[in-house]
C-alpha cells in the first residue's frame, strides 16, 4: 500500500547474537544480505538489522518497536531464556499489560496484551 509503513531498520552492534536472540525467543528468522546487514522474516512487519554501534533506547528518544503477545508471562519467560534483559517488568497500562526488553545488541523493545 503506497504511503504506510512497510519496512523498519534498526542498529545492532552484536548481529549474530541479535539474530540469534530473536530466533529463540520469537520464533523470526533472517536473510543475511552481507556481513553487516539481516531482513528479518516472521516477524509480522517486514525490516532488517543493520551492523552499527548506534543502539534504539527510549531514552535517547528512539522510537518503541512493540510486539503483541496473546500469552504475556511465556513471552517474558521466553525473552528471558533468550538472554534478553528485561527493562522494565510486567505492568499496567490503559488497554493492557507490557513489558520492556533489550536484545543482546541493546536495543529496547516491548511485548504487550491486552
Known amino acids: 500500500m503506497s504511503e504506510k509503513i ?34 528479518i522474516q516472521g516477524a509480522g512487519l517486514d525490516g532488517g538489522f543493520y551492523r552499527s554501534e548506534l543502539r534504539a533506547q527510549t531514552s535517547t528518544g528512539s522510537a518503541l518497536i512493540v510486539l503483541y503477545s496473546a500469552h504475556l508471562e511465556d513471552a517474558l519467560q521466553r525473552v528471558e531464556q533468550a538472554g534478553g534483559n528485561i527493562v522494565k517488568p510486567i505492568f499496567s497500562f490503559p488497554g493492557g499489560r507490557r513489558f520492556h526488553f533489550s536484545d543482546p545488541s541493546g536495543n529496547e523493545y516491548a511485548v504487550w496484551s491486552e
Request: glycine share 8%.
Open 6 to 39: 512497510n519496512y523498519v531498520e534498526w542498529p545492532v552492534s552484536n548481529l549474530e547474537g541479535t539474530k540469534a536472540f530473536f530466533s529463540a525467543a520469537f520464533g523470526w528468522t533472517f536473510i543475511d544480505y552481507g556481513p553487516d546487514y539481516a531482513s
